[in-house]
């Protein structure tokens, strides 16, 4: 797995973890966008400790770790072994970097820092547009469930500038620099989306093209809403689901118990355990103590016990009532555990491309597909993009030496399918290994 905390925050429904370090290349001025000589795109920002992490167009990845020499030597993904490409940094304010050898200049770009008014909450913002003085596409990015300051961290602030796309970021309630408590209420964090779109338009101004919605994980539940809210051209979603946070962890469980090799009388016990976990949480911990209590102690010495995990029951499974109880103010933050997601999609207008990863385990992806795909041959304006071997967060992975996945790079093809529909409203393709199904017609197969 990735980075512990951020990769379990992205899609955890409600466990306050704890912030990404900060980076003491945070402000760096080596980090922003790049293009490489032969054209390509690539961003420079912040990765915890003393590292950078570097995205390319293409959608590989790599952490560069600095060297005595002055070069920067890359590590796969989040992979702890060499890729092969070193990069070397030029001095503040030279704009010059070398990668692999390649010469890259750091793209200029129009860049508004901003804070504004969201739901009873003061947010901060950043617009960054390419330059020029014409009218582009801006996509706002909507956060996951994440801790991390969006405006220091979010990578995509740096892709997709420079291919014609302006970006608008902004730090969750709670986080970074903007003010109130952190909250995963959809209906305050949608408020707060459709209050950073309309700030987003206002400054951009007479540049603004379409614009819409990009959401990852947590965001797909949030973006969809906040579309209802305020004029949106369209809505992006990233490894979300058209389930309620109850059905994820259910799901979940079902999808892991059944990969591991257990029997359907095995997954049946496992899913008394989470639905009892599931009843303490959607409670706001106020009752179902005894039950749980009652069947972990029927079942923890059982040989399937181990496997069991799901999106938050794995949370609760080791800890007392006591202990759940001192932990209550990071474990009930508004979560909607029922939340009627069709309900929503049900109702919107705006067209809407859903990218999900055929081996998503933190949001499976088989209802939620089946759910979109209904929805698109019904004649509503829904898209759907599949990258089949691809898993949270639309990432590629190996399986590391205990077994546990590490994510190496986002599929060939990935940011192009966004950009495209940000730009034009529909596909082109093909992008990459992606299955695409527009108004019910599967296509664009590679």
Not at 191 to 201: C, F, P, T, V, W
Not at 207 to 218: E, H, P
Not at 252 to 281: F, N, Q, R, T, W
């Amino acid at each position: 797995m990735r980075k512990a905390a951020f990769y379990l925050a992205l899609s955890l429904p409600f466990l306050a973890l704890a912030n990404l370090a900060r980076a003491d290349t945070e402000g760096d001025c080596h980090i922003g966008a790049y293009r490489l000589a032969d054209g390509q795109v690539l961003s420079l920002g912040p990765s915890s400790g003393d590292k950078l992490r570097w995205r390319r167009w293409d959608g590989l990845i790599g952490a560069l770790h600095p060297q005595a020499d002055g070069v920067w030597i890359s590590t796969a993904g989040w992979s702890e072994h060499a890729d092969g490409h070193k990069v070397t940094l030029g001095a503040c304010g030279s704009g010059e970097m070398s990668f692999d050898g390649q010469p890259a200049k750091q793209v200029d770009l129009d860049i508004t820092q901003t804070s504004f008014a969201g739901h009873g909450v003061t947010l901060n913002g950043r617009l960054l547009l390419p330059k020029g003085n014409g009218p582009v596409p801006i996509v706002v990015l909507v956060h996951g469930a994440e801790h991390d300051a969006a405006v220091d961290y979010y990578p995509w602030q740096y892709l997709f500038p420079p291919e014609g796309v302006g970006v608008f970021v902004y730090d969750k309630r709670g986080t970074g620099k903007s003010s109130g408590s952190y909250s995963q209420d959809y209906q305050l964090l949608s408020d707060d989306a459709a209050a950073a779109l309309n700030e987003a338009r206002r400054l951009a101004g007479a540049r603004t093209g379409r614009i819409g919605f990009q959401g990852g994980s947590q965001g797909g539940w949030v973006a969809p809403l906040a579309s209802t809210k305020t004029h949106a051209d369209f809505v992006i979603v990233g490894f979300g689901l058209a389930v309620s946070p109850i059905e994820e962890d259910r799901q979940e469980v079902a999808l892991e118990m059944a990969l591991k090799g257990h029997s359907p009388d095995e997954i049946k016990k496992a899913e008394e355990v989470a639905y009892a976990a599931e009843e303490i949480a959607s409670s706001g911990l106020t009752k179902g103590f005894e039950r749980f209590d009652a069947l972990r102690a029927r079942y923890r010495n059982e040989p399937w016990y181990k496997d069991l995990h799901g999106d938050f029951t794995w949370i609760l499974l080791p800890m007392s009532k006591k202990e759940l109880l001192a932990h209550k103010s990071e474990l009930v933050m508004g979560t909607p555990w029922f939340y009627d997601a069709m309900a929503v999609l049900k109702k919107v207008e705006t067209p809407e491309l859903w990218i999900l990863g055929g081996e998503d385990l933190e949001s499976p992806s088989a209802e939620t597909s089946h759910r979109i795909l209904s929805l698109a041959a019904q004649g509503r304006p829904f898209t759907l993009a599949m990258f089949p071997t691809a898993e949270h967060g639309i990432y590629e992975y190996e399986m590391d030496e205990k077994g546990e996945r590490v994510d190496l790079r986002n599929p060939a093809g990935y940011f192009a399918l966004w950009r495209d529909f940000i730009r034009d409203g529909k596909l082109s393709g093909p992008y990459g290994d992606s299955v695409v199904v527009e108004k019910g017609e599967t296509k664009k197969v590679r």
